[in-house]
């Protein structure tokens, strides 16, 4: 029975040829199908979704033709070479899945950044609140909300931007950012006394970040190449053609600087106030000194004409 049936088998080699290409060629299409609901189930993303489907697709019509020409043809029997060729195809169509699980590890292995930081990557700003094996999900700031505020979106990331651009951490090794804003002085104030109101506003509000910032500041210049620099509040003053302007830059922590702004501005303001008028703001409006007197002079030699 066994000798009828493998002569059988010899007979028909064609159909036996046949009959395994079908299996082989059904058994992609079943694996297709599962791979595509995996993909489906495990990235939310739309996008590396629908591109990652596709690539599993060409994956497969790949791997048939390769089946159907070695099946029919005999030019490909190295199944090295049918290896590499299915690698191939699987880094070209799968390449930004393949970065993203390499930028995961990049992440965690060099710590670019760790949830809790403030990162600015592929000109998205915010605070990053999970970080998993294909996305980085951040709260983000700013967009139509100014200055550091949440705007409320939560954006998802592939990791594999980390290599393709610039990453800004705001809070890695020297969580304080420097900051600055200008007062337009009248001319005619009292420089000296203006110059003390801003200075003794900022010591007052900005000390404790000054304190907590030296020693981290020195970490960073011992860890990295990079000059010393000064974390006290500095006055520039600038003459302009409308005022008197000064500058204040100071340091402060990445989260409060919106505030920290805030209070300064709101102090100076009052102590100005109080110098009645010795100090006075200056504004881009025009004024008006004075208007010269235009004298008429009425002809008083007329003709009486009878």
């Known amino acids: 029975m066994i000798d009828d049936l493998k002569n059988w088998f010899e007979s028909h080699s064609f159909l036996l040829s046949i009959t395994k290409y079908l299996v082989w ?5 079943i694996i297709i199908t599962f791979a595509r609901k995996f993909i489906k189930k495990q990235l939310p993303d739309n996008s590396l979704r629908y591109k990652s489907q596709k690539g599993i697709e060409i994956i497969g019509y790949f791997l048939a033709i390769l089946i159907t020409i070695t099946y029919f043809t005999g030019s490909i029997k190295d199944l090295g070479l049918a290896i590499g060729l299915l690698t191939a195809g699987i880094t070209i169509t799968l390449q930004e899945l393949i970065l993203s699980i390499a930028g995961s590890f990049y992440i965690f292995f060099v710590r ?15 605070d990053v609140i999970d970080i998993d094996s294909v996305y980085t999900t951040m709260m983000e700031i700013g967009q139509w909300v100014s200055s550091d505020n949440y705007s409320g979106r939560i954006v998802k990331l592939s990791n594999a931007f980390v290599f393709k651009g610039p990453v800004y951490n705001y809070s ?5 950012v420097w900051d600055e804003f200008n007062l337009p002085i009248r ?8 110059k003390e109101i801003v200075i003794s506003v900022a010591q007052d509000y900005l000390s404790e970040y000054v304190k907590k910032s030296i020693s981290d500041w020195k970490s960073v210049v011992d860890k990295y190449y990079i000059e010393d ?3 006290d509040p500095t006055l520039a003053i600038t003459i302009t053609d409308n005022w008197i302007q ?18 300064l501005n709101e102090e100076i303001g009052k102590r100005i106030l109080q110098t009645n008028g010795k100090v006075i703001l200056a504004s881009a409006t025009f004024e008006i000194v004075k208007i010269p ?14």
Not at 25 to 29: D, F, G, K, S
Not at 172 to 176: G, S, T, V
Not at 187 to 194: C, D, M, R, V
């Open 25 to 29: 060629i059904a058994l992609i299409l």
């Open 112 to 126: 670019v950044y760790k949830p809790g930081d403030r990162i600015e990557i592929n000109g998205i700003k915010g």
């Open 172 to 176: 890695q090794d020297f969580p304080f």
């Open 187 to 194: 001319y005619g104030s009292n420089i000296e006394l203006a």
């Open 229 to 231: 620099a000064q974390v």
């Open 246 to 263: 000064f500058n204040l830059r100071y340091i402060v922590d990445y989260k409060k600087r919106r505030h920290t702004n805030h209070l």
């Open 293 to 306: 007197t235009v004298k008429f002079e009425e002809d008083k030699t007329k003709e009486n004409k009878t």
